[in-house]
């Protein structure tokens, strides 16, 4: 399954972005706007806080070592306590009034100069290349929520929470990027942890590490170019036509070749953004013989033809 997810997360383009390291001393409350095609996360490095999506809900309490994923880009508010909620303050009013530049560790003192009740946080996001998709991000909850992260996924991952807390907003040659690239690793494995917990089935992502399920996964990953059948798919997994093909619409939320396809298409749209290939090329890589039926598929897929998709990104 982790093969698999990196597979996914290195064809979909995914890349982080850290904005910065927080230290903010009571009361305090920020409200994060919302931003297409991200996921934010928030990770409590020293002391704790509240989080609520601005779809209401109830919030969400960050205990020290707590990490949170806010998919979609949704926006959110972070306080130190629930009276602070309603008081809390957009984030260009925080950076404005703490005079953050983007160097180093933002401060918001607040009112409350005791360094024991400070909460410190480590801040970014991630995101995915503009007409990129997945169920994976498509069906996560409003957040994903790991409890005491570094002690879960073992020492390295403690270890690496503490270097990132350490680089980021530093001073040290190369801090930042170094943070950086940690926080993609951060990202990939607390993925993975969602997609073994009991709440993947809940968001229909079971799938991902269903151990037969993912072993046809993985083989159209392998090789999506390749003219798989029902029948080669449920042998590859061990099963019957009817029962993988039952389980696997099930847990994925659509059928098997219906996936293939959906796939070819992210690869697709990878091709026709990142490289300089012609479309028929572009086809042949992803399984098509003709470029008519490529395209066909394509705009059915992604509402409008190859060669406007490529236009479109080239203008953005």
């Known amino acids: 399954m982790s093969d698999l997810l990196s597979d996914i997360l290195m064809q979909l383009s995914m890349k982080g972005t850290l904005y910065f390291r927080a230290s903010f001393r009571p009361p305090w409350g920020v409200r994060v706007p919302s931003y297409s095609n991200v996921a934010r996360f928030h990770y409590a490095h020293r002391g704790e806080c509240l989080i609520r999506h601005e ?41 404005e009034r703490a005079g953050y530049r983007g160097e180093g560790v933002l401060v918001y003192p607040g009112d409350d100069n005791v360094e024991d009740r400070e909460t410190q946080l480590i801040c970014g996001h991630f995101s995915i290349a503009d007409g990129q998709e997945h169920p994976i991000f498509d069906r996560l909850p409003p957040f994903v929520h790991i409890r005491d ?32 690239k940690l926080s993609e690793a951060i990202f990939a494995q607390a993925i993975r942890a969602f997609l073994s917990s009991t709440e993947a089935e809940d968001a229909g992502l079971s799938g991902f590490s269903d151990p037969q399920l993912a072993r046809a996964l993985t083989m159209i990953h392998s090789n999506p170019s390749h003219g798989w059948t029902l029948e080669m798919l ?34 697709a749209c990878r091709a026709l953004r990142d490289s300089g290939r012609s479309i028929a090329d572009v086809a042949a890589q992803v399984g098509y013989s003709s470029e008519s039926g490529f395209s066909r598929v394509f705009k059915k897929e992604k509402g409008l033809p190859p060669a406007r998709y490529r236009a479109q990104v080239a203008a953005a």
């Open 234 to 267: 449920a042998r590859e997994a061990g099963m019957s036509r009817t029962g993988f093909a039952v389980r696997f619409a099930d847990r994925i939320g659509m059928p098997p070749l219906q996936y293939v396809t959906y796939w070819r298409m992210q690869l």
């Open 55 to 95: 779809q209401g809900g109830e919030p969400v309490r960050l205990a020290q070592g707590d990490l949170v994923i806010v998919p979609g880009g949704a926006g959110h508010a972070l306080y130190c306590q629930p009276e602070t909620e309603p008081d809390a303050l957009p984030l260009e009013t925080v950076l």
């Open 149 to 180: 992260y570094g002690a879960q996924a073992g020492q390295w991952m403690e270890a690496t929470l503490r270097m990132i807390g350490a680089e980021t907003g530093g001073r040290a040659m190369g801090g930042d990027l170094i943070a950086l």
